[in-house]
């Protein structure tokens, strides 16, 4: 028997099984791969970004703003946390006209804003379009390299305790009445069943939905996408210093240290069933590069390097991730949803996860995340 078993080996599994590992708890980890393998890992870095967040992410990026950057010391190992500061771009006066009113709330949250105009913009970032006319600027908002943060975590779970046992596929449950007394799993080519002694933590990213759906017959909200991500090579430094964004162009920059230029934003793969896992579409390859060239016309002369859309993400229908107990499983907390809002709270909201099974209560932070929000 296991007091507290948690489902995945992305960031959120393996921090949450940090908290209670440290917190004295008995943890084990099921990661149906290795750790990092989905959306936690991969190409590039990820975006601990503020600017332009949903009004109910704020206070969560707000308290990760203070872990972030000494989170490597914590545990123990290489996070790649750099403070670049974010600018959301601005091209068209529609945008602009309402970008006062995104930075005084964003700064009512705490979140440092400031509006700038074209030649502000311009002592920042010289090389970029003439077309852009200002932008939101937040100068804590910074990237982290995934994989070694989320390999990271692991590692420091397991000195901390926690046990973890990768290429272990979750397979079902057993209940006993509403409550969750076990779990099926292949471990070493074996059906096992673990027994819970406390509580169930589910957090395995594109598997959530339909393992509730084939063993709690609950529909949730969300689905699974294919996201491209995408480097471009280049000889020189990169020509830009911040994390990019944009009001209405599908794109997001980030300038690697490697020195390659990271584009991606919300273009899409396509699934390949015989491959099984996504594979890129060479118009969306096109569209994702035509993008960053209309804000970066130095970016023309860079070849395309490596183009990734193998790692599947899940996108809840409100656009924030669902974080709950579910009906049929009340000792069963569940996260899912995370695509795009996920990785840059992730310290944080694992902090709370953990608080909140621990002491039963749920922290006024996670409120809005409820899978009540979708009912009248």
């Not at 990019?244 to 599908?250: E, N, S, V």
């Amino acid at each position: 028997m296991v007091d507290y078993v948690i489902i995945g080996g992305g960031i959120y599994g393996c921090a949450i099984a940090w908290e209670l590992a440290k917190a004295g708890e008995e943890a084990l980890l099921l990661e149906a791969k290795s750790i990092a393998i989905g959306a936690s890992g991969g190409l590039g870095e990820r975006g601990v970004r503020a600017n332009g967040r949903d009004l109910r992410e704020l206070p969560l990026i707000g308290l990760a703003y203070d872990i972030w950057p000494d989170l490597h010391e914590h545990i123990g190992g290489f996070t790649g946390y750099r403070r670049l500061g974010h600018l959301h771009l601005i091209e068209r006066e529609a945008d602009l006209a309402g970008a006062p009113a995104q930075v005084w709330m964003q700064n009512r949250q705490g979140i440092e804003s400031r509006l700038l105009d074209a030649g502000q913009l311009r002592e920042l970032e010289p090389q970029l379009s003439e077309n852009v006319i200002g932008a939101i600027y937040c100068p804590k908002d910074g990237v982290a390299d995934h994989s070694a943060t989320t390999r990271a975590m692991a590692n420091a779970a397991r000195q901390a305790g926690a046990r973890i046992i990768e290429n272990a596929p979750v397979t079902g449950l057993r209940r006993r009445g509403d409550t969750v007394v076990g779990i099926r799993a292949t471990i070493d080519g074996e059906d096992r069943e673990i027994k819970v002694g406390k509580q169930v933590i589910l957090l395995s990213n594109a598997h959530v939905a339909s393992f509730v759906r084939d063993n709690l017959d609950i529909e949730l909200p969300v689905w699974r996408m294919w996201p491209q991500v995408m480097a471009l090579a280049a000889d020189i430094p990169p020509p830009m210093t911040h994390l990019i964004g944009h009001a209405h162009r599908t794109l997001a920059i980030k300038p690697l240290p490697d020195g390659r230029v990271m584009v991606s934003g919300g273009w899409r793969g396509r699934w390949d069933a015989r491959a099984g896992h996504g594979q890129p579409i060479a118009e969306q390859v096109e569209g994702n590069r035509r993008e960053a060239l209309a804000v970066y016309p130095a970016l023309a002369d860079l070849p395309v390097d490596e183009v990734f859309t193998d790692r599947a993400e899940m996108i809840s229908v409100d656009g924030i991730p669902i974080i709950d107990y579910l009906p049929g499983a009340a000792n069963m907390l569940a996260g899912v949803g995370w695509s795009g809002h996920g990785w840059a709270i992730a310290p944080a909201v694992a902090k709370l996860m953990a608080r909140w099974v621990l002491s039963g209560d749920r922290p006024g932070m996670l409120r809005p995340f409820g899978y009540g929000r979708f009912f009248a």
